[in-house]
């Protein structure tokens, strides 16, 4: 899931449903941006291995000139995780949201030893104080690493995410069958899993079996499509 985006071999048609579970591999994944159905940008998502049993997501935002008023398409974000008990386990978190006069930063610490997480920088003073943590917790931008982990056909999820100051619940309903996801001359058999509990702000991630990050994540407000971002292209990390 991205925050404020609310929570990213070619040229084989992919065919199948998602797994149910995969195991986590090293990757970097290179997505065209839109925004209101017009391309606006590009984007990249990455996970690499850390020292020890740590990982790093990392998701970087770029909008083109004409686009670059717009928050949600000029963002860089990265989460440090482990994993425990087959759950990701944010370890810290940071957002840096990049505007023509004016940046912001937001530095997250999970501390699961005392069960709180925090945040600093240029945040709402409401959002500076710890947070209680529960096992499962997750950090945004770790839903997309988690709906690759546990869409199947029909299956409903539920995640807690603490990000940025904030305690939210997510829940996703995976469609029944795959669904045909094209972009340019790339076509991917991929679940739909939509957010349940969003109201008119949705979210909705395409799932396609054998690929580690999503195809396709749509930002929906209002019934209007926002935020669009779709794979052009992956490949695994040595």
Same mark, same amino acid.
């Given at each position: 899931m991205l925050s404020p985006l609310r929570p990213l071999l070619l040229g084989l048609a992919l065919a199948g449903s998602a797994a149910p579970t995969r195991a986590l591999e090293p990757f970097v994944a290179s997505y065209q941006a839109y925004n209101e159905g017009k391309l606006a940008g590009?984007?990249? *998502? $990455?996970?690499?291995? /850390?020292?020890? +049993?740590?990982?790093?997501? @990392?998701?970087?935002? $770029?909008? =083109?000139?004409?686009?670059?008023r717009l928050a949600g398409l000029n963002i860089e974000q990265s989460t440090v995780f482990d994993t425990r008990d087959g759950q990701f386990r944010p370890l810290s978190q940071? =957002?840096? !949201?990049?505007?023509?006069? *004016?940046?912001? $930063? *937001?530095?997250g610490t999970y501390d699961w030893k005392s069960g709180t997480a925090q945040w600093q920088g240029d945040i709402k003073k409401n959002r500076r104080a710890p947070l209680p943590l529960q096992p499962g917790d997750m950090s945004a931008l770790l839903m997309n690493l988690a709906v690759i982990r546990d869409?199947?056909?029909? $299956?409903?999820?539920?995640? !807690?995410?603490v990000d940025n100051g904030r305690v939210r619940d997510y829940q &996703?309903?995976? #469609?029944?069958?795959?669904? =045909?996801?094209?972009?340019? @001359?790339?076509? &991917?058999?991929?679940? !739909?899993? #939509?957010? #349940?509990?969003?109201?008119? +702000?949705? =979210?909705?991630?395409?799932?396609? +079996?054998?690929?580690?990050?999503?195809? !396709?994540?749509?930002? /929906?407000? %209002?019934?209007? @499509?926002?935020? %669009?971002l779709r794979l052009v292209e992956y490949q695994g990390v040595p």
């Open positions: 590009n984007a990249s *998502m $990455k996970v690499t291995p /850390r020292a020890g +049993d740590q990982w790093q997501i @990392d998701l970087n935002v $770029k909008g =083109t000139r004409g686009f670059a940071a =957002t840096v !949201r990049h505007a023509l006069l *004016m940046g912001k $930063k *937001m530095v869409a199947a056909p029909g $299956k409903q999820l539920a995640y !807690r995410v &996703y309903v995976v #469609s029944p069958e795959p669904e =045909t996801v094209t972009v340019e @001359d790339l076509s &991917y058999s991929a679940l !739909r899993v #939509s957010r #349940s509990n969003g109201g008119n +702000d949705e =979210t909705i991630f395409w799932v396609a +079996d054998g690929v580690p990050t999503p195809v !396709r994540i749509l930002q /929906r407000e %209002d019934g209007q @499509d926002g935020v %669009d």
